[in-house]
């Protein structure tokens, strides 16, 4: 230091790390075509790659649901322990032990969940929300059932509007008229048709790996000069 002394940080090893494997129950919200009984994911995998049809269209919020088994190697005295998703497609809201511990919404998704784990089970859920990207994509796959305007070039583009698509030539009668779709199988309306059938689907879903990390402090010790 500025006065001579010297200082020694004693750091342990940390323990390795404990993935929590599957299976994973979840749960899709309602209303957004997934399959409305509690799906099992054996592993963790994006809903664009589900062969379900309801899933790998999916946009909104599922629930993933696990118990995590603790030893007390990670409760030790002056350990930090946190609480790692790895990969999530968007964001993600945290419960352990019915107590919120977070929203993460950018990498890395990792939170501290120290004093909330309790040695042996531990009730873990992670709420996941995509984007709408990969639902109209799915809605696009429907007989359509509005009539589009001239796609946008991409050097017609202004700055507020730097990407190709169309809007709507005319508002569709139905929409007018308080009537039911004709194209029943969609979820999604907008006025502007960012996607085709043929647009790439968007990764989505809990990709993980999801991880319990512990991290000892250091603990420092004052010696003579």
């Known amino acids: 230091t500025r006065s001579g002394k010297r200082l020694t940080a004693e750091v342990p090893a940390p323990p390795p790390p404990l993935a ?3 299976p994973w129950r979840v749960t899709f919200a309602k ?9 099992t ?23 993933y649901a696990n118990e995590v088994t ?17 990969d999530v497609r968007e964001l993600a809201s945290v419960r352990l032990n019915r107590r919120d511990v977070g929203v993460l919404w950018h990498a890395p998704y990792r939170v501290e969940v120290t004093d909330l784990l309790r040695e042996g089970e ?33 050097w017609q583009a202004t700055n507020e509007l730097a990407y190709t698509g169309c809007g709507l030539a ?40 999801v991880r319990l990390v512990g991290e000892p402090e250091a603990v420092f010790a004052r010696s003579a000069p």
Do not use: H
């Open 70 to 86: 603790v030893p007390a190697a990670f409760l030790a005295k002056g350990q930090r322990v946190f609480l790692d998703l790895g």
């Open 122 to 154: 531990n009730r873990l859920e992670i709420k996941v929300t995509n984007t709408w990207a990969n639902r109209m994509i799915g809605d696009a796959q429907e007989p359509e059932d509005c009539v589009w305007g001239q796609p946008r070039k991409p």
């Open 170 to 209: 005319v508002l569709p009668e139905w929409l007018k008229d308080g009537e039911a779709r004709p194209s029943k199988g969609r979820y999604t309306f907008c006025m502007w048709n960012y996607f085709t059938k043929q647009s790439t689907l968007l990764p989505a879903g809990l990709l993980g790996p």
């Open 41 to 63: 994911f054996e592993s963790l995998t994006p809903w664009n790659a589900s062969p379900v049809t309801g899933i790998r269209y999916f946009s909104g919020t599922a629930t």
């Open 31 to 39: 209303g957004g075509g997934a399959p409305k009984e509690t799906q």
């Open 20 to 22: 929590l494997a599957g």
